[in-house]
């Protein structure tokens, strides 16, 4: 298709393995697919207003399920935003909005991203200093690396009093193959309304969801 000797083809192949940003099949032919890398790439740069088309149904039906907002966050780079939000349909109560930076140390929903990311990418989210926004907020860096230990045992990350007394959340990642976990699914609200079900309760509906979600983020490639 490039019109390329096929010298010259195997050797930029080969720089771009060597990348990341392709890997290869392992057969005979050599094919070569897109690699986790470049992937990550096409979906933090991508428009998220496919994203916003494709996964509001779900996240409107999940939130009226559940009572509470939800919303869906992605990884850029090293750091967290929120991209996609629903508020039960019988109210107009939103504690996390598209757009917003999501605290590396404190949202539910960047614990249950980052948790999953090699230490490369954790060293430069949690560079910065860790600004201490309640009595119960974790700014040691120590303290911050074994929670995110704790939600890779556990599946879920959640957030207590962290961000703002009285408000909670709790998130799931969201894992995709050839790409890993860049998305996380998560509800946010008071605490006296989260309490209602066990996290374990909360949990399991959400995971209802991340199936669904995977599919859609998955089957529509980003920039296409």
């Given at each position: 298709s490039c019109d390329l000797p096929v010298g010259t083809a195997h050797r930029l192949l080969q720089n771009l393995q060597r990348a990341g940003?392709?890997?290869?099949?392992g057969t005979k032919r050599k094919d070569y697919q897109l690699g986790q890398?470049?992937?990550?790439?096409?979906?933090?740069?991508?428009?998220?207003?496919?994203l916003e088309i494709t996964v509001q149904p779900i996240l409107n039906e999940l939130a009226d399920r559940l009572?509470?907002?939800c919303y869906l966050a992605r990884l850029s780079g090293h750091v967290v935003m929120s991209i996609a939000w629903a508020a039960p349909s019988d109210t107009l109560r939103g504690f996390i909005v598209p757009g917003h930076t999501l605290a590396?140390?404190?949202?539910?929903?960047?614990k249950a991203i980052l948790a999953f990311q090699t230490q490369e990418v954790i060293d430069k989210a949690l560079a910065e200093p860790l600004p201490k926004m309640t009595p119960q907020t974790k700014t040691d860096r120590r303290q911050v690396e074994a929670e995110y230990a704790q939600v890779a045992r556990q599946g879920y990350a959640t957030c207590w009093n962290e961000m703002e007394l009285g408000?909670?959340?709790?998130?799931v990642p969201i894992p995709l193959p050839d790409v890993g976990v860049?998305?996380?699914?998560?509800t946010a609200g008071?605490?006296?309304r989260l309490k209602r079900r066990t996290e374990k309760e909360t949990v399991e509906v959400l995971m209802t969801a991340v199936e669904a979600l995977a599919r859609a983020l998955r089957d529509r490639?980003?920039?296409e």
């Open positions: 940003l392709v890997v290869s099949r890398r470049l992937l990550r790439l096409l979906h933090a740069g991508s428009d998220s207003a496919w009572g509470d907002t590396p140390h404190v949202a539910a929903s960047a408000l909670g959340a709790i998130a860049i998305y996380s699914l998560g008071l605490i006296d490639t980003p920039g």
